[in-house]
């Protein structure tokens, strides 16, 4: 590079000799006046305006061109450095995907758990290197096929689990002890009672929980921000049982991720991406001190801690995005708590492409924004990927819209040659400039937070809801003046006759689930069942960690029902703050 | 002067996507109606609501797929309680193959992903005033 500095330069070194600055400061002027002649002689009357009429999605200012002259006081080794070497911010690994691809995790979840295993089946057959199961509404709120409130929700938008026996037909034959599995269980609440009957299940396969590998979402704002139910458990006992489980895995389960601090759904729901990473990040700060408070080691349970971002359509600010994270958090882990082993200052996330983004008119076209998105997630260094399919606008994907999803991701990670080489756009002035910016941005975006009383008082005061709701707003009435540009709809609007689209169509699953469960009823010793519940009741006011008692219940084939009512029994109910 | 008109915002059921529910309440607000934003109700909650409050339309919300099974369930309350007159709409996802059965049930119109806030609202101006004529306050 023309104005790289080598240690040895002997002119203008100045202060700049201990540092690893990457252009000199001489050199920095003289790009700088270049640049202004530049515009001057080269660019017509009407590129010389001002130059912020362009903007990233999150409302960061971009210029036209980005010279050495935009990297300001950049610093190599400080700001980039090596990846797997702090501050992480070219990767967390060595050796990135030629060591270890990014894991291919589609998500599945329709109907019964034995539906859905053939599903699961048939991904692992085409070449998936992970699992990622979704579940349906009802066990995601913590009802089970029988009660009222599930009724037209069963099997719906993903796999229904009411007992123990649901998760032995789920996994049935998939060999967990080797492959990843990634439980999205949303809330707090229903990821203690999914975990236990994931954890005893095991047990009773005889597997050893050292071998498990995966996730759980446990993420306190799934239950009180993102997602908004009928009955939702008031914040702070949310939060509690999302600290339960990771204090819990910490120490037993040494490859399992107790939670994944859920950025995309705040994105979906309508925050930006600065939003969207510094709400992520303010929880992994409330947890850690949370969890310090318990007396554990910092090192103990932080490098278990992982995260999950959206990527849209902004190309580079995803990628700068993703790159910013890893800093941020580096910085906050070691800096700020102490943390002494690199893992706990990793920053590891899955993320998945946009559903938000994609369109009804003209399906086809989502392969294309899917790709672009997909892509932007592996320069940011994502250790794992779903690519959404092309139907999601209209249900979940049938198995031909899945499989293309998967196909993407393998055209990406063997056809393009991106993976072979760290960070590829490492040094770009744009990405490198537009990395910086969105680090500052989230820094004071966390402050915001902080200063309306910290992230729980933001979401109990409804203050967080309605931030996201304000953005969500803005994006549709942008998109309603045509600022957003959407092809097919509001850009070349499509003016063809919709054509016909394979739509998936759901088993029937609410009977089936209800004749098991009446089985289920006639078999298993129900007093006992009942004594475990009332235990588990006295431990969910004692402050207690509540998952071993989660288990007992479990194991008695208590449902998740069953349990969940126990949890609104004895925490009550919270009103979501909307609107 | 016409009195604004009052709109009961639902999410139905367990549908957790509140985005497009609350966007399209804060528009109708906007442009002047009343509304009312429930958040998450089962039918027979959204229909003593919409009794109570004397509303002139229910507007019904979910991407969870309870569309065919509680959407009706809200229609069919609604007249059995004499509320003939409210106009019942549903915004989602939903499949296209199911729009003409909710239509056929009752409902007055679907809004998809791609149907723009101001044809919500000018649908419902046209609903509430096109067949009660303007309403006195």
Redesign the interface.
Known sequence: MLVALSADDKEGMCDMAKGSFLFHREAIKRIKSSERRWKEEYLPPEAKGPEETYFTFSGIPIKCLYTPADGGEFDYLRDLGFPGAEPFTRGIHPTMYRGRPFTIRQLAGFGGPEDCNKRLKFLLKQGATGINIVFD??T??G?SSED??????VG??GVTIDSIDDMHALFNGIPIDTISVSLVTHLPSVTTILLAMYLVMARERGIQWETLAGTTQNDFLMETT?????EVMPPQDSFRLQCDVIEFVAGRLPRWNPISYNGYNLR???TNAVQEVAVAISNGIHTTEELMKRGLDIDAFAPRLSFFWDLCNDFFEEIAKCRASRRVWYKIMKEGFGAKRQRSMWMRFHVQTSG?SL???EPLNNIARSTIQGLAGVFGGAQSLHIDSYDE???VPTEMAALVSLRTQQIIQAETNVTSVIDPLGGSYYVENLTDQMEHKIYEYMEQIRSVGGLIKAVDTGWLHKEI?DE??KY??AT?DGENKIVG?NYYPSDEV?RP?E?FT?PDTEQRQKAKLRELRGKRDNARVRETLEELRRKCTSGENIMPHVMESVRERATIGEIADIYREAFGLWT?P?? | MRRPIKVIIAKLGLDIHWRGAVVVAKFLKDVGMEVIYLGNQFPEQIVNAALQESADVVALSTLGGNHLTLGPKVVKLLRDKGLNDVLVIMGGVIPPGDIAALKSQGFHEIFTPHSSLKDIADFIREGVYGRAGPRKA
């Open positions: 509404l009802p995601i709120r009802y009222p409130e599930a009724e037209g929700n719906q938008c993102i997602g908004s139910a009928p979906e729901a309508g938000v369109t009804a008119i606008a209209y249900s709701a969500a707003y549709q009435k309603e709809v919709q689209i739509v759901y979501f909307l609107f």
